[in-house]
């Protein structure tokens, strides 16, 4: 069985400070990991997504994903943020062994800038 | 290019009755997904239709639930009568024909269903 994990409910950054959104999974196989954000009454947007190659991940505004084999990680970092950003982030995988497309999603980390 | 669009955005109903909530995919897309979040939990998985078919219907919770995608254009999502528990956010995703490749999901913006 497929399982993410989203550590922390809400992150707190000031604007102009790096951020970092953890998340942790566990597949059987290997792993295609996603982040998703969303806003307020807005539907779910995709940010970026790991496959296979290069562990660094680069995604829309300005987000970046470290992917981390040994601790089965694929945190979320942007290197400054914005006021803007502030939204609900969320962690999915799929395996790449079986249980078709469907994705399993972490609980959501809710991302608060402040000016 | 237009989204996934669902409706309607918000659905109040007694515990009992029936709804119908409604999902169109984003054009040429075959894969549609439906998810669901129960407040503050994680979003799981219902099912998965490709084309017309059902692929992957092994997070649907029980038989209250009917999904349909007549056609293999949009898909509608039944449930009946619904109860307490089936109150959250249902989510509709696309996305293109996977070839070789891995493709994203696209989502809409949400069906919020309250059974009171």
């Known amino acids: 069985a497929q399982s993410v994990a989203q550590p922390e409910d809400q992150v707190n950054v000031a604007e102009g400070n790096p951020l970092t959104v953890k998340c942790t999974y566990s597949v059987s196989g290997n792993p295609y990991l996603f982040w998703y954000v969303q806003y307020p009454n807005r539907g779910l947007q995709f940010l970026l997504k790991y496959i296979t190659g290069d562990n660094l991940v680069k995604g829309s505004y300005g987000f970046e994903a470290e992917f981390n084999k040994s601790q089965t990680s694929f945190h979320l970092k942007k290197p400054s943020a914005l006021v803007s950003d502030s939204a609900l982030y969320f962690c999915?995988?799929?395996?790449?062994?079986?249980?078709?497309?469907?994705?399993?999603f972490g609980t959501g980390t809710r991302l608060a800038v402040r000016p | 290019e237009a989204g996934v669009t669902q409706f309607p955005s918000h659905s109040v109903i007694e515990k009992g009755q029936t709804v119908t909530l409604r999902c169109d995919p984003i054009s040429g897309h075959d894969n549609l997904y439906w998810y669901r979040r129960v407040m503050g939990k994680e979003i799981k998985f219902l099912l998965h239709?490709?084309?017309?078919?059902?692929?992957?219907e092994s997070g649907m919770p029980n038989n209250r639930f009917l999904a349909e995608r007549t056609g293999g254009t949009y898909s509608t999502l039944k449930v009946q009568p619904a109860e307490l528990e089936d109150s959250g956010v249902y989510f509709c995703?696309?996305?293109?024909?996977?070839?070789?490749?891995?493709?994203?999901?696209?989502f809409g913006p949400g069906t919020r269903l309250t059974v009171t």
């Open positions: 995703a696309s996305s293109q024909d996977r070839g070789t490749g891995v493709r994203e999901q696209y």
């Open positions: 239709f490709v084309k017309e078919s059902k692929q992957d």
């Open positions: 999915a995988v799929r395996d790449s062994r079986g249980s078709g497309d469907k994705l399993t």
